[in-house]
């Protein structure tokens, strides 16, 4: 491999390396999960935490695959599962096992081994991970190993491992094992069953079903050794171990590869043997030209998805880190899965899509992948069924999306949490309430449509999502006092559950209700064929548009004329006032300080609720003034309790020209991540940070947006101290270009 093939010029640019790397400098075991989560790869099929080739103690090592879930006996609700673990690739020198020793291990047995010299980089440029490691043996000879691994993005199925070994000083014999690990569990649930593991003269296979949901998988490996590879089974652990033994001269080096592929019952009837018959030619393909279509994969992805920032490091290299996750889990080829909460980085909700994917990951795919955002759309489309499922078991007509959705589309959001420190368990109201996620997908349907002009999606399939969830909503609210209200909802901010009249889902039933009738319009006027196949499908009477027209004047909205604010939802200011700023500094959400039932009976809210509405629908939500007024009032109140919510209020806050707050907002959702400021980021990363981070530079300081014509423009008001912005967006096909500066 050529090393120095990052430097290729990109937009005519130098691409500068350090701006590309995460890099872990020297071993920080204390932050092992952290990390692990921070350098994770993926391909849009899988992701494969930063874990380690040889293993560590306390690390969480995990492969998801999208779409395959599974609920294990005994547990509440369906999770991503575990897939076999594809990394190990295990060295001894001198009969000394290459591991990473931490100081307090090296002072009780100096004889395990040393650590002299760590570092890790994940290149986000050409997603490859590498971990180099200076390393002395018990027998005293010193090596330099240096791991890499990338999940290809050319291909799918394929996994790429590499290790150099030089012989820094002395001549050790050198033992190098390789095998596909299946005690995988997911925290201890076991999902796999019927393990059967094979091996050939050169490579090692596994295939397994999952025990509930009876997805089949197939996985191989091969090592590609200098010298002689023999495979031998370790009865011990039921595993086919491929093993390559040698002496490296004084100051020589050797590579070993290992390839790996993997297929489910989601790709092909047979994934054994599809497994098997790519890794073969895999083989003949060969790393180095593996990697290097890889990287033309990479290059192409990030020509239309970077972001390039000048003037601010710290914001350049966290908006690519942002990007490069969502692009990691971001499905290339399948349309029928979607993107969780925590990415395929985590066990964090059970790998789960909530309206994270639809109102925070999607909008920068829409608008620089839109292919990627149609195939997460698609998703929901080929859900449809599940959420006219809901919405009949609960009484409604139409279409009610599940809070938490897997592959099945049913609600699969636990009604009860973990347990507390005294064993109760607190009831999650999400699943029955948050009725605002069939609002989400309808705004994302549309968002991608305005962007794109693929008028033949929104026809074929947009549509029926936005008008059944209207037709959902003309079936839920209800008329009470003279107008529509919509009871028991729980709006974005979850401290407050069961509130009657959320101004959020109110406010935005009522813009979704004027975006149905308007597509009734357009699709009357554009494709009589399916407006005829919705009209009788959805059963759109001119009755149910009266109804809904009838629900857009009569919508009860929360409003305060004397103050000229929006009311979260009525009763919200007859509880008790704290002002979240008294609980500065803090590490815990207000919430974890004050108790759940406290701090439930008080007006902190855990994330943008009214600011959000004021992000999705601008000034159509009232005049300049009341925007003011509200950030006024909501933004005391906030306790940015979810990782949702400083992104949203940076961009809010670009518009309303508080630069100062806009940046701190930003600042804060940069690092929900990369620092672990909500200390959580083991379970994986958080999704919807990463696509709300590149909503507040697009949306928030550039200010882009589509005009009355439908075409973009910006209104920019960037940090005093970045001296550019460079982006571009895909509008109607076509690539559009915006250098801001300053001026
Ligand atoms: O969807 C979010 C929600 O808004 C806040 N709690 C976490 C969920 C998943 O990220």
């Given at each position: 491999m050529n090393r120095l093939s990052y430097l290729i010029l990109m937009k005519n640019k130098p691409v500068q390396p350090r701006l590309w790397n995460i890099e872990e400098f020297p071993f920080h075991p204390e932050k092992l999960n952290h990390i692990e989560t921070l350098m994770t790869v993926g391909n849009g099929y899988l992701a494969t935490r930063g874990s380690f080739e040889e293993g560590y103690e306390g690390d969480i090592v995990t492969t998801l695959i999208h779409g395959i879930f599974n609920h294990a006996s005994g547990t509440a609700v369906p999770e991503l599962v575990n897939a076999p673990n594809w990394l190990p690739f295990e060295v001894h020198?001198?009969?000394?096992?290459?591991?990473?020793?931490?100081?307090?291990?090296?002072?009780?047995?100096?004889?395990?081994?040393?650590?002299?010299?760590?570092?890790?980089?994940?290149?986000?440029?050409?997603?490859?991970?590498?971990?180099?490691?200076?390393?002395?043996?018990?027998?005293?000879?010193?090596?330099?190993?240096?791991?890499?691994?990338?999940?290809?993005?050319?291909?799918?199925?394929?996994?790429?491992q590499r290790l150099d070994i030089v012989a820094v000083d002395g001549s050790p014999k050198i033992e190098v094992t390789a095998y596909i690990e299946h005690t995988v569990t997911n925290n201890g649930v076991i999902h796999w069953t019927d393990i059967k593991t094979g091996h050939t003269t050169n490579q090692v296979s596994l295939s397994a079903k999952t025990t509930q949901s009876d997805y089949r998988l197939g996985m191989s490996s091969t090592l590609l050794a200098t010298g002689d590879m023999t495979i031998t089974v370790d009865r011990g652990n039921q595993r086919p171990v491929m093993k390559s033994v040698f002496v490296l001269p004084h100051q020589e080096s050797v590579t070993l590869v290992k390839l790996t592929t993997v297929y489910t019952s989601r790709d092909v009837t047979n994934p054994l043997k599809e497994s098997i018959h790519k890794l073969e030619n895999a083989a003949i393909i060969g790393y180095e030209k593996l990697l290097n279509q890889h990287q033309?994969?990479?290059?192409?992805?990030?020509?239309?998805?970077?972001?390039?920032?000048?003037?601010?490091?710290?914001?350049?290299?966290?908006l690519r880190f942002a990007m490069y996750h969502i692009l990691i889990s971001a499905p290339r080829h399948d349309n029928d899965v979607s993107i969780g909460a925590k990415t395929l980085s985590g066990f964090g909700y059970k790998g789960h899509v909530f309206w994270d994917t639809e109102l925070f990951i999607l909008p920068p795919l829409i608008l620089t992948q839109p292919e990627l955002a149609r195939n997460l759309l698609m998703y929901r489309y080929h859900r449809l069924p599940g959420a006219r499922h809901k919405a009949k078991a609960n009484g409604y007509e139409g279409a009610m999306y599940p809070w938490e959705?897997?592959?099945?589309?049913?609600?699969?959001?636990?009604?009860?949490?973990?347990?507390?420190?005294?064993?109760?368990?607190?009831?999650?109201?999400?699943?029955?309430?948050?009725?605002?996620?069939?609002?989400?997908?309808?705004?994302?349907?549309?968002?991608?449509?305005?962007?794109?002009?693929?008028?033949?999606?929104?026809?074929?399939?947009?549509?029926?999502?936005?008008?059944?969830?209207?037709?959902?909503?003309?079936?839920?609210?209800?008329?009470?006092?003279?107008?529509?209200?919509?009871?028991?909802?729980?709006?974005?901010?979850?401290?407050?559950?069961?509130?009657?009249?959320?101004?959020?889902?109110?406010?935005?039933?009522?813009w979704h209700l004027e975006q149905a009738v308007s597509l009734v319009h357009w699709l009357k006027a554009n494709t009589l064929v399916d407006y005829n196949r919705l009209v009788e499908s959805l059963n759109l009477t001119q009755a149910r548009l009266e109804l809904w027209n009838d629900i857009i004047k009569n919508m009860f909205i929360p409003f305060d004329d004397a103050q000229q604010i929006h009311i979260q939802f009525p009763g919200f200011f007859?509880?008790?006032?704290?002002?979240?700023?008294?609980?500065?500094?803090?590490?815990?959400?207000?919430?974890?300080?004050?108790?759940?039932?406290?701090?439930?009976?008080?007006?902190?809210?855990?994330?943008?609720?009214?600011?959000?509405?004021?992000?999705?629908?601008g000034e159509e939500v009232g005049a300049s003034e009341v925007m003011v007024n509200n950030w006024n009032?909501?933004?005391?109140?906030?306790?940015?309790?979810?990782?949702?919510?400083?992104?949203?209020?940076?961009?809010?806050?670009?518009?309303?020209?508080?630069?100062?707050?806009?940046?701190?907002?930003?600042?804060?959702?940069?690092?929900?991540?990369?620092?672990?400021?909500?200390?959580?980021?083991?379970?994986?990363?958080?999704?919807?940070?990463?696509?709300?981070?590149?909503?507040?530079?697009?949306?928030?300081?550039?200010?882009?947006?589509?005009?009355?014509?439908?075409?973009?423009v910006v209104e920019a008001r960037i940090p005093d101290h970045w001296k550019s912005v460079t982006f571009t967006v895909c509008y109607r096909g076509e690539r559009r270009q915006f250098t801001i500066t300053p001026n």
């Open positions: 020198i001198d009969g000394t096992p290459f591991r990473l020793v931490n100081q307090n291990e090296m002072s009780l047995n100096p004889r395990g081994g040393a650590l002299l010299g760590y570092r890790q980089q994940l290149n986000m440029h050409i997603g490859l991970l590498r971990r180099e490691a200076l390393f002395r043996a018990e027998s005293g000879s010193i090596v330099r190993i240096v791991f890499e691994r990338f999940a290809s993005l050319h291909d799918e199925h394929i996994l790429g033309s994969e990479w290059h192409k992805y990030w020509q239309d998805s970077d972001i390039q920032i000048e003037g601010d490091e710290i914001a350049q290299l966290s959705s897997t592959d099945t589309g049913e609600e699969t959001t636990p009604q009860w949490g973990d347990p507390q420190p005294d064993g109760s368990r607190i009831r999650i109201w999400t699943g029955d309430n948050e009725q605002h996620i069939s609002t989400d997908i309808a705004y994302a349907v549309l968002q991608y449509w305005r962007w794109t002009g693929d008028d033949t999606f929104l026809a074929r399939y947009g549509a029926e999502i936005i008008l059944d969830t209207a037709v959902f909503w003309g079936s839920r609210v209800e008329t009470k006092n003279g107008r529509y209200e919509i009871s028991r909802q729980i709006g974005p901010d979850e401290y407050h559950e069961n509130v009657d009249n959320s101004v959020f889902t109110n406010r935005m039933v009522v007859d509880m008790e006032y704290i002002p979240v700023s008294h609980y500065y500094p803090r590490t815990a959400s207000v919430q974890a300080i004050l108790g759940h039932q406290r701090s439930i009976q008080t007006q902190v809210i855990k994330q943008a609720d009214v600011v959000m509405l004021m992000a999705l629908l009032t909501y933004f005391p109140r906030t306790d940015h309790g979810s990782s949702l919510s400083p992104s949203i209020h940076a961009w809010v806050a670009a518009h309303l020209g508080l630069d100062d707050i806009a940046l701190e907002q930003f600042e804060h959702a940069a690092e929900i991540d990369l620092r672990n400021n909500k200390g959580n980021v083991q379970d994986g990363i958080h999704g919807a940070a990463s696509g709300g981070l590149w909503q507040a530079v697009v949306f928030g300081f550039c200010g882009l947006y589509l005009d009355e014509k439908g075409e973009p």
